[in-house]
């Protein structure tokens, strides 16, 4: 299995400002995966963070709004930016771990936006 | 594009009662993922179900894969309060592994 850790867990935040989410896993990781989880809702994968290239977005994702860094191979960070309500959510990332066929999540950061 | 649908999306069910969840999915996937989330937490892993036919087990609960239907259901058997949580299925794009596209969830409350 995959120890999964994120910073913070949680966070309010004024509209217009950005955040910065910390995911920062035991193992090394090819990929790792940002995915967002509105109120009441389902998963939504926002990108795949990819170690010494450019994230890959999902439909209806932009790295303008959702900027990833992944400098190593344990870490990787998604920025939340120019805040509004509708980003309040549940980010969490996700990684698969060597040796296994499962998908691991962390423990989520709940963003509220005022 | 890839769409997961499960039924129902709220399942309320008495203790000792059996039940099933269904999960279609729109085109040909390898990896089909059972999670369970509880309010407030993460996704908790219970199943990974590779192949046409695959079935596991655990507990209370029974996954099971019919990919020539594109099908896969989650049995519950003499559901126990302890399992009320929020199931979702999942699965995975096809383009690489670990990108995940999940079912609405299931809400299951199972009463005394």
């Known amino acids: 299995s995959a120890v999964i850790s994120q910073k913070p867990s949680r966070d309010i935040c004024q509209r217009g400002t950005s955040l910065t989410i910390q995911c920062q896993v035991d193992?090394?990781?090819?990929?790792m995966f940002w995915y967002r989880q509105q109120p009441g809702q389902s998963l939504t994968l926002i990108a795949t963070a990819n170690q010494g290239s450019e994230a890959t977005y999902e439909s209806g994702f932009v790295i303008d709004k959702f900027p990833i860094s992944r400098p190593n191979l344990t870490f990787s960070t998604l920025t939340v930016s120019n805040m509004s309500p509708e980003d309040s959510s549940i980010y969490l990332c996700?990684?698969?771990?060597?040796?296994?066929?499962?998908?691991?999540f962390g423990p989520g950061t709940r963003l509220t936006v005022l | 594009e890839l769409k997961v649908e499960q039924n129902p999306l709220f399942l309320s069910m008495q203790e000792g009662k059996n039940y099933t969840i269904y999960c279609n999915y729109s085109t040909t996937s390898d990896r089909l993922y059972w999670y369970r989330q509880d309010p407030g937490k993460s996704l908790e892993s219970l199943f990974v179900l590779l192949s046409n036919g695959a079935v596991k087990q655990e507990g209370r609960l029974m996954a099971s894969l019919d990919t020539k239907a594109r099908l896969s259901t989650l049995h519950i058997t003499a559901a126990v309060h302890d399992l009320s949580a929020t199931y979702f299925c999942a699965v995975d794009s096809g383009t690489s592994y670990g990108k995940l596209t999940f079912g609405q969830g299931t809400i299951l409350t199972v009463h005394p």
């Open positions: 193992s090394q990781v090819t990929m």
């Open positions: 996700s990684v698969g771990a060597s040796g296994s066929i499962e998908q691991f």
